[in-house]
T-cell receptor, first 116, second 111 residues
Framework: EAGVAQSPRYKIIEKRQSVAFWCNPI?????LYWYQQILGQGPKLLIQ????????DSQLPKDRFSAERLKGVDSTLKIQPAKLEDSAVYLC??????????????FGPGTRLTVL | GDSVTQMEGPVTLSEEAFLTINCTYT??????LFWYVQYPGEGLQLLLK?????DKGSNKGFEATYRKETTSFHLEKGSVQVSDSAVYFC??????????FGAGTRLAVHP
């Protein structure tokens, strides 16, 4: 079974530019998560989707970050405009429980973003 | 809000040494507790979990016991190997199955 796929793996941009990350979850997984991992810290949830609906986006900086999960499969996370403090690894994860209950999350390899 | 605190690293051990990585948590309700591991160049992987008080999670020689009275979930292994070198994250579930992670502890094991 294929794992969670993410692209690109690395991205370097200048501040005030925009960037987008893509995630393809494990086939059949209803729940998709985006986490931000700043160097030296643990991952922090940005947004959680249940199928194509948002369950939790309380920690998403909505003035610059946006995410969508059209058709309840792939997802895109966008930052516009980027700031220096957005430099981090962006992790995508998915889990299978359609009710959002306790279920193992499977993580992708992440996208490392550097903002200069 | 809910949070996880783990011991700072790096932790440096010789092969076959005993490992303890401390983890304590603050949470409302009764969260499930996890240890995730991130090997160099790889993604996060679930190492073990415990869903209720006094449960012991175990995998690959690692174990951790859910201690409600001390709000702890310390990770232990009796004899570490070089291949155990990685970053270890303690985590708990908040609402809707979201994970709340500690800052991570880097383990380096030398032959």
């Amino acid at each position: 079974e294929a794992g969670v796929a993410q692209s690109p793996r690395y991205k370097i941009i200048e501040k005030r530019q925009s960037v987008a990350f893509w995630c393809n979850p494990i086939s059949g997984h209803a729940t998709l998560y985006w986490y931000q991992q700043i160097l030296g810290q643990g991952p922090k949830l940005l947004i959680q989707f249940q199928n194509n609906g948002v369950v939790d986006d309380s920690q998403l900086p909505k003035d610059r970050f946006s995410a969508e999960r059209l058709k309840g499969v792939d997802s895109t996370l966008k930052i516009q405009p980027a700031k220096l403090e957005d430099s981090a690894v962006y992790l995508c994860a998915s889990s299978s429980n359609p009710q959002g209950g306790l279920d193992e999350q499977f993580f992708g390899p992440g996208t490392r973003l550097t903002v200069l | 809000g809910d949070s996880v605190t783990q011991m700072e690293g790096p932790v440096t051990l010789s092969e076959e040494a005993f490992l303890t990585i401390n983890c304590t948590y603050t949470a409302t309700g009764y969260p499930s507790l996890f240890w995730y591991v991130q090997y160099p160049g790889e993604g996060l992987q679930l190492l073990l979990k415990a869903t209720k008080a006094d449960d012991k999670g175990s995998n690959k020689g690692f174990e951790a016991t859910y201690r409600k009275e001390t709000t702890s979930f310390h990770l232990e292994k009796g004899s570490v190997q070089v291949s155990d070198s990685a970053v270890y994250f303690c985590a708990l579930t908040g609402g809707y199955n979201k994970l709340i992670f500690g800052a991570g502890t880097r383990l380096a094991v030398h032959p």
